[in-house]
């Protein structure tokens, strides 16, 4: 479905208001619409069916009534029949029911059909008005279409109208050449990722900050995008409780700066007017780069932090669809590790994108299940005849190996385990299948010991059951932790290098299970050579 503020705007200005062409805060430029309507008939009678059609360049929404030519104010005229239910629909206009048809997506569209059913009290003229939308921020206004009239009255001339584009009432003028780090740390704030790089360099995120005045500060940001770069000051690690942004988002070719509020994961709130000063871009490269003023204080309404006290910022970049609106951003944010005050000594910072508690997790996950636990399984499934009558501690030495490492499996995964929780507060519905398949993975390391203890004598007859469900339920878990760290590597917090994160692991898998097979058949060709053995014996 389209967007609710399209709708609104298309109803709003086209059901609502009046003849004009204009829009209140708009720039108009002087290019003409392109887009036509046409009629199959030039005269009509009350009740007539008229094929009304609209065609021009690619757009995405319309709006399409009647009314009368000599009263454009009033209210629409007659109702509409569908001719492409999948891409139009009827809507009521003021009072009048179907007198008005709409899109119904914002799907493109080059061309539609309906059809206008005169009403009984028809006026004599009746002129058809389209409002269309070519993208979110060109559209036009009630073109006027042609008029039709009853049976001896003569047609009313076409008015022409200008296209509409909502522009910024702000100057922003060009940068001319890349920002500098040379004074990064002397003179100027920076924040930099990867440390120590050069802004001019297509891999580097440089934030910066250099007090101006006693209450101006001068902000530049630049960064590796074809979308949007942005910054946050934050009183916390977590973007989104009313944190401060600056955005700098790339669209048609023109940088748009803007400040917003942040809260929660919805859509930031835009500042209808930005409370900065001297604003400055540049494409180029395959850098966005922007700079500006703002004072250092702000009165609380404006809803901006005061810049001289302590705050975490965030750096983070997205992609932007057409008519400037942002995604979410398509990885972790750069989050710096502690609380800096920008107004305050000059430092040359870093920050990392994935945070210390979710890499020593991954790290503790792949410990657990790609190495002590494997080692566990290969040790008692293929080392018991190698210390036939050896003991430790009074156990075979093979078992108290095998006991040791999924001892300490289950150690590493609890531990692991719990770091996420530490790092969220509480449960993630950001991260998919993975941390639900995780519970499994740690349920079952649960359950393994615990069903050990249980396990009955070697010539107990339930013992066959016992092995059977050990070796099921370690199977499962090993094959299921594989999946959750494979399902972990791809979400954003950890930032691995991809696709190499992938090839690395498939890599770990393929030697595990090689080794198992090549010890399979170790394994067989033993006994294999044993029997032949015994039997050449038994002959001899």
């Not at 740690?442 to 615990?450: G, R, V």
């Given at each position: 479905m389209e967007s609710p503020g399209v709708a609104l705007m298309l109803w709003a200005l086209a059901c609502l208001s009046g003849p004009s062409t204009g829009f209140p805060n708009g720039k108009v430029t002087e290019h003409f619409p392109k887009h036509t309507v046409e009629v199959n008939v030039t005269e009509f009678k009350p009740g007539d069916r008229v094929k009304v059609s609209l065609s021009g360049p690619v757009f995405e929404g319309f709006f399409l009534q009647a009314r009368n030519a000599e009263n454009?104010?009033?209210?629409?005229?007659?109702?509409?029949?569908?001719?492409?239910?999948?891409?139009?629909?009827?809507?009521?206009?003021?009072?009048?029911?179907?007198?008005?048809?709409?899109?119904?997506?914002?799907?493109?569209?080059?061309?539609?059909?309906?059809?206008?059913?005169?009403?009984?009290?028809?006026?004599?003229?009746?002129?058809?008005?389209?409002?269309?939308?070519?993208?979110?921020?060109?559209?036009?206004v009630k073109i006027p279409g042609p008029t039709i009239s009853q049976p001896n009255i003569p047609t009313l001339a076409t008015p022409v109208v200008t296209e509409v584009t909502v522009g910024t009432s702000l100057p922003v003028s060009h940068l001319t050449q890349p920002f500098s780090a040379s004074d990064c740390g002397s003179n100027k704030f920076c924040v930099r990722n990867p440390s120590d790089c050069d802004p001019g360099a297509r891999d580097c995120f440089f934030l910066s900050f250099k007090r101006d005045h006693v209450d101006l500060i001068v902000v530049e940001m630049s960064g590796p995008s074809d979308g949007y770069i942005a910054f946050a000051l934050s009183h916390d690690q977590?973007?989104?409780?009313?944190?401060?942004?600056?955005?700098c988002i790339s669209d048609s070719h023109h940088v748009d700066i803007k400040t917003a509020s942040l809260t929660g994961r919805a859509y930031p709130e835009f500042d209808s007017e930005p409370a900065l000063d001297e604003m400055s871009w540049r494409l180029a490269d395959g850098l966005i780069q922007c700079s500006f003023r703002r004072r250092i204080h702000f009165?609380?309404?404006?809803?901006?932090?005061?810049?001289?006290?302590?705050?975490?910022?965030?750096?983070?970049?997205?992609?932007?669809?057409?008519?400037?609106?942002?995604?979410?951003?398509?990885?972790?944010?750069?989050?710096?590790?502690?609380?800096?005050?920008?107004?305050?000594?000059?430092?040359?910072?870093?920050?990392?994108?994935?945070?210390?508690?979710?890499?020593?997790?991954?790290?503790?996950?792949?410990?657990?299940?790609?190495?002590?636990?494997?080692?566990?399984?290969?040790?008692?499934?293929?080392?018991?005849?190698?210390?036939?009558?050896?003991?430790?501690?009074?156990?075979?030495?093979?078992?108290?190996?095998?006991?040791?490492?999924?001892?300490?499996?289950?150690?590493?995964?609890?531990?692991s385990f719990i770091l996420p929780f530490l790092y969220r507060g509480g449960w993630s519905d950001q991260a998919?299948?993975?941390?639900?398949?995780?519970?499994?993975?740690?349920?079952?390391?649960?359950?393994?010991?615990?069903?050990?203890?249980?396990?009955?004598p070697p010539q107990a007859p339930r013992r066959e059951i016992f092995n059977w469900l050990h070796w099921s339920t370690g199977t499962t878990a090993r094959i299921l932790a594989v999946v959750v760290i494979f399902l972990g590597m791809d979400l954003p917090a950890l930032n691995l290098p991809d696709p190499w994160d992938t090839y690395t692991m498939m890599g770990f898998v393929a030697w595990h299970v090689g080794t198992d097979v090549l010890l399979e058949i170790h394994g067989y060709c033993l006994i294999h050579k044993g029997t032949v053995t015994n039997l050449y014996f038994s002959l001899h």
């Open positions: 454009l104010e009033g209210p629409a005229i007659g109702s509409f029949a569908l001719a492409d239910r999948k891409r139009s629909q009827v809507l009521t206009c003021g009072r009048v029911k179907n007198s008005a048809v709409s899109h119904t997506s914002k799907s493109k569209k080059s061309h539609l059909d309906a059809y206008w059913i005169a009403p009984r009290d028809a006026p004599k003229r009746i002129q058809f008005l389209v409002t269309v939308v070519e993208k979110f921020r060109v559209f036009w977590w973007m989104g409780g009313g944190d401060d942004a600056y955005l009165p609380a309404l404006q809803g901006r932090f005061n810049l001289d006290a302590n705050y975490y910022i965030f750096m983070a970049d997205g992609e932007v669809s057409e008519g400037g609106m942002i995604h979410k951003h398509y990885r972790q944010p750069l989050i710096t590790d502690g609380k800096f005050n920008v107004t305050g000594p000059a430092k040359d910072i870093g920050g990392s994108r994935s945070p210390l508690l979710i890499k020593i997790h991954g790290a503790l996950m792949f410990v657990a299940w790609m190495t002590t636990v494997s080692i566990g399984v290969i040790v008692a499934r293929f080392f018991k005849p190698v210390w036939p009558n050896s003991l430790l501690f009074g156990e075979e030495i093979w078992f108290q190996v095998h006991r040791a490492l999924m001892v300490m499996t289950v150690l590493l995964t609890g531990a998919g299948f993975h941390p639900y398949l995780g519970c499994t993975v740690m349920a079952l390391a649960i359950f393994q010991p615990i069903m050990a203890g249980f396990r009955p």
